[in-house]
């Protein structure tokens, strides 16, 4: 059902492509929700009450009717008056078959508002923020008005963001050739760069591949680099609306109901109690429709998943299966005799067994501060293997405990990376969408970088989209389509409007720098894989990088989905990891308190049991792999606890997920072996509150 009002006529606007004819026309202050929500009734067609249609303003709706400034400001006060620390607490936690229960109340038949854009956004990381701003600099410079919406579901553009962060300046030299005078946050350079190969008690140099050169790089926080791109974003008129995340999309189908392209997304509802029931706060979520959608969620985004695998996108070109790691970092403030500003150190070796990839990394940041952390190649076939605890373990190894020895752990965070590259990026645009930045895949394994590949393919989409969006124009101007677009109605016009295939942007993209740095080293993650593991992996990558440099005619393939790694429990030996001194190493609820995670605790639960099928998940996860998720878990959401008289689900075994908990790294989705958990987005604004990393 259409909504009863469109935003569009609601702001008395038509909300599409216009020409700016003043410098007053871009200033405008982009159309709130509030303007959106004006003269709607959120009807609610069935089994709502007229109560919850005219209960008092509520947080949410107060939040909507803020700029989208505003609203920012308001999520921060309201996310850190609820702040939960997390506890071990029985009545903290949720048992998901209670949430998921049948609560006869439809989602489906809640009528909600539609807004139009020319462009809409999902996610405000370097991508969708690099995306957004080539736009309208781009519309400024041809005297267009593009009007762009960007959702993004922390409370503050940065929030979720967590990276390394050694990053390339070369996108952001495009982008902003005078970022240093515009005051970018990228304040210590690379200086030094260190390989070195762990043993249990010591370490050796290592040769290091010319891919792993920091020259000109520089050390920043990705959180807070983000922020200020998402600062830069809303000078230029973009409207971002954090705490607000693409919760489902609104697909374009054909006759026969089948799926062939988007048309825009759904927003997150707000003010629905675990229970599945609206509470007086209930806010349906809102349709944004876009001539073209760009999905740019970061690594193993919930909605550029579905849409990836609704539309065959690897199958369309024959692209692998993602493969994935997880990067578990901390950022320190360490003696300053300590310190040694712009130093860059990446390790391999101990903790981690042979036949696990990754490696951890030590970059000395501004500030007396450094980010240390550990990426492990979520093809480990150990359920036993706690990345968390590897990470932990980690630094007591006298080459990180001499530094960080009467320091202060600052932040922590964990978040899933992409390491298929080349080979496992699917077709990036349909009718409708585009998929950007981590979404697709474009990160530099051996680098470990992708905020550069991530802004350039932002960019790059924005440079094809003003294209299609201005010839959509001229044509419209033409004729048929403008005469259409005035007698039919507001409600005709959203269905009518021509979705975009940004063919152009995979062109622009195939012929950059983006592409031809992936392709180069697209054969040394998967040479891990060899029968030679470990080794033959370093020996063929020694060789590829330093001689081969990619220029080979065949294309090493990932072995399939992570999950399908990992082995059952009874062919792997139990770990033992040493207890957290409090000092160096730390358990993982303090941990995640220094995540500054909060969810609000009455609302569904967003890890989602497929089918729910608890007593099957815990009997495969647990029978076969003996509870793989409550390790693999960087924030303790999973625990497989024995039943105590009450419902056991196999085993004696009762499965508890502290979805408060959860920094959305993505892990679990990523890694559980039967595939069981679906990742949904909670409610907006919630989940951690990065600011260092
Ligand atoms: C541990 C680790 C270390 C790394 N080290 C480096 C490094 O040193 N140098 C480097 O260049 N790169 C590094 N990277 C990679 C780099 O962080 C990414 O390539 C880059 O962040 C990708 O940008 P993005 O915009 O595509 O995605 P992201 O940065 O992940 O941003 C996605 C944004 O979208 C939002 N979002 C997601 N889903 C939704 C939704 N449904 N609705 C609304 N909003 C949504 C998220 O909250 C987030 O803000 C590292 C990554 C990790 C995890
Ligand atoms: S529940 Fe999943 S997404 Fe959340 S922190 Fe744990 S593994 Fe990561």
Known sequence: MIAPRLAAAAAGSSGALSSASSSAARTTAPRTLSALRSGTTFGLSRNLSSSVISSPRSDARAHASRTPLESRRFLNTSASAHQATPVDDATARVDQEAADSDAGFNLEDVERVTDVADVLIVGGGP???????????????????IRVVLLEKGAEVGNHILSGAVIQTNALDELFPDWKELGAPLNQPATEDQMRFLTPTGSFPMPKPPQMSNEGNYIVSLSRFTAWLGEKAEELGVEIYPGFAGAKLVWETDEAGNKIGIKGVTTNEIGLGKDGQPKDSFEPGMEFHAPLTLFAEGAHGSLSQQVIKDLKLREAVGADEQTYGLGVKEVWKVKPEKHKAGLCTHTLGWPLPLDTYGGSWCYHMEDNMVSVGLVVGLDYPNPYLSPFREFQKMKHHPFFADLLEGGECVAYGARALN???????????????????????????????????????????????????????????????????????????????????????????????????????????????????????????????????????????????????????????????????????????????????????????????????????TERNVGTYDGLLGRACPAAVYEYVDAEGGEEHARGTKFNISSQNCIHCKTCSIKVPDASIEWRVPEGGGGPKYSLT
């Open 127 to 145: 991508a969708g923020l690099s995306a957004a701003i080539r736009i309208k600099q781009l519309a400024e410079q041809k005297g267009e008005e």
């Open 419 to 617: 390491e298929g590259g080349y080979q496992s990026i699917p077709k990036l645009h349909f009718p409708g969408g585009a998929l950007i930045g981590c979404s697709a895949g474009f990160l530099n394994v051996p680098k470990i970088k992708g905020t550069h590949n991530a802004m350039k393919s932002g960019m790059l989409a924005a440079d094809a989209a003003v294209d299609a969006l201005l010839a959509q124009k001229a044509s419209a101007a033409d004729g048929e389509a403008a005469a259409q677009s005035e007698s039919e109605s507001d409600e005709e016009e959203i269905e009518l409007k021509p979705r975009i295939d940004l063919a152009e942007y995979k062109k622009l993209l195939d012929g950059s720098w983006v592409m031809e740095e992936l392709k180069e080293v697209r054969n040394l993650r998967p040479s891990f894989h060899s029968p030679l593991g470990f080794w033959g992996g370093i020996a063929y990558s020694g060789l590829d990088s330093l001689i081969l440099k990619g220029r080979t005619p065949w294309t090493f393939h990932h072995a399939g989905e992570d999950r399908a790694q990992t082995k059952p429990a009874s062919e792997c030996k139990p770990i033992e990891y040493p207890r957290p001194d409090g000092k160096i190493s730390f358990d993982i609820l303090t941990s995640v308190s220094r995540t500054g995670t909060n969810h609000a605790e009455d609302q569904p639960v967003h890890l989602h049991v497929k089918g729910g099928d608890y007593a099957g998940h």
